[in-house]
């Protein structure tokens, strides 16, 4: 398993010091440890899962892209499982679709355009929003970028025009 937290964390209630150093510095959510232990018991083959981000409506958990039927489970068991336990419509989407993730976090605001931007530096992404619904986001703009960055390992700049 690749998940947010170690094999260990994942399979009990306290963080050990690594886990929990990267829980303090924000680089791991309470959503995050919530959906891997809820991964450890619902899904029974090995996954590599990036982590998860609530949206308005639903749990989206980020897996890397030839996971994600497997995270899904046979017929939908596994997700049907996390999606009673969180109490949520949950959802599974590969970490190359990143559109997908940010446009389900970026909403009910309104998204102009989403690219990917390919540079002497390397890719990054460029999303630009609806300038009038700046105050319909329900993230501030900082916080949105690290999060999709995260999910996409890929660096991200937003504007609002
Ligand atoms: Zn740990």
């Not at 829980?23 to 959510?29: E, L, R, V």
Request: one cysteine or more; a positive charge; glycine letters at 6%.
């Amino acid at each position: 398993m690749t998940l947010p937290i170690c094999d260990d964390c994942s399979k009990r209630t306290i963080l050990c010091p690594n886990c929990q150093r990267l829980y303090d510095a924000g680089q791991i959510t309470p959503l995050d440890i919530e959906v891997s232990r809820l991964i450890a018991k619902s899904v029974d083959c090995p996954v590599d899962v990036k982590g998860a981000v609530k949206t308005q409506d639903q749990v989206i958990i980020i897996a890397s892209q030839d996971h994600v039927g497997k995270v899904i489970g046979e017929s939908g068991r596994s997700i049907r499982a996390m999606s009673e336990a969180l109490g949520m419509k949950t959802k599974v989407v590969g970490a190359s679709d990143f559109e997908k993730i940010a446009r389900a976090m970026i909403a009910p605001a309104r998204v102009r355009s989403i690219n990917k931007v390919v540079g002497p530096k390397g890719n990054s992404i460029r999303i630009r929003i609806e300038k009038s619904d700046i105050s319909r986001m329900r993230m501030s703009p900082e916080d949105l970028s690290t999060v999709i960055s995260a999910a996409c390992d890929e660096p991200v700049s937003m504007s609002f025009d």
